[in-house]
């Protein structure tokens, strides 16, 4: 899944824009059939979109769209930024916080030290054109470095092995010279669940057998691909699993990619996330729901996802491209798609 969140308007760009040469007028507002013959108008952006609203903590933004020519349809997308001004070029280290078409957003805690900026495309047939509002000042707040959570101290991620136990302070579930796998997932992202029930079901089998172990590096950027932020909620709700009862995290995992909703949609809320704790048999339930509901590790959750996207991966020269990403010694699984067999291959390949 792509983390630009440019690259998930340009997606509905082209869908819509796919329609309209199908249906043979165009978008709604552009040139009605009738006048197809008439000269067309290019779509400009005469005046920036805007953000109106005081950039802090709890207060609600409302952005304008701008003022553009040519009856484009308009397609907005909030986005939080690790510095100020975006441009197209450099939105790839953005991240999109609110589902498309939003007008309005709710400044949280997460986007503390970073800048969010109201992006629009208008669209007209198969062209489309990008405008960024000037970004906020940076959101106010604690913004120092947020400690790991319990048992995620592995470039924070959680490390598990036999029997899927994880690696604590207590515990060395697996002691042999094996390989180590570093896989970044997002909650939200569809990719990840066809990885995960394909050629990655390799990964906790082998991880549980004692013959490889798994670091788990939760991270959150679709929150714009549902409609209640599900991204971000899902990966605080397995962080709270993973740092108080860390054996029950692949467990808890397994059910959040079951009921990952689809892009559009809202997601499973948090009392469902509580129901799945629950269900994989947390001990201390009132302290895994003060967790979930009380968004305890939100603000960790985003400054990791922040250091993946915007440092290089250890052993690696650049940041995460999008998920799923896995690594061994290094060495960037292709996202081939193969089968199971296929996967463990290709870490036999790059171990040995």
Known sequence: MPKNPVTLIRRLAAAAAMIA?????????????AEAAAKPVAVVNKSLPTIKGTAKVGSTLTGTLGTWTGSPKLVAQWIVCPKPNVTLKTSSACSAVAAQGQTKYKVRSSDIGRYLVFAVAGIKGPKYVFAFSKSTKKIPGDATPVAPPNNFSFNNGIRLGTN???????????????????????FQCPFCKQALEGPLSAVDSNASSGQWIVEYHPISFLDGAGTNKYSSRAANAAVCV????????????DLLFANQPEEGTAGPVDSDLIAYAAKVGVQDAEAISACITGQKYASWVAASTDAALSKNLPGTKKPLQGTPTVMVKGVLWPNNFGTADDFAAWVASVSG
């Open 21 to 33: 040469v199908v249906a043979g007028g165009s978008l709604a507002g552009g040139i009605a059939p």
């Open 242 to 253: 993973g740092s108080q009862e860390p054996d029950k995290f692949a467990a808890f995992s």
């Open 164 to 186: 899927l136990q994880a690696f604590t302070s207590t515990n060395t579930p697996t002691t042999a010279d094996v390989p180590v796998l570093s896989v970044y997932l997002d």
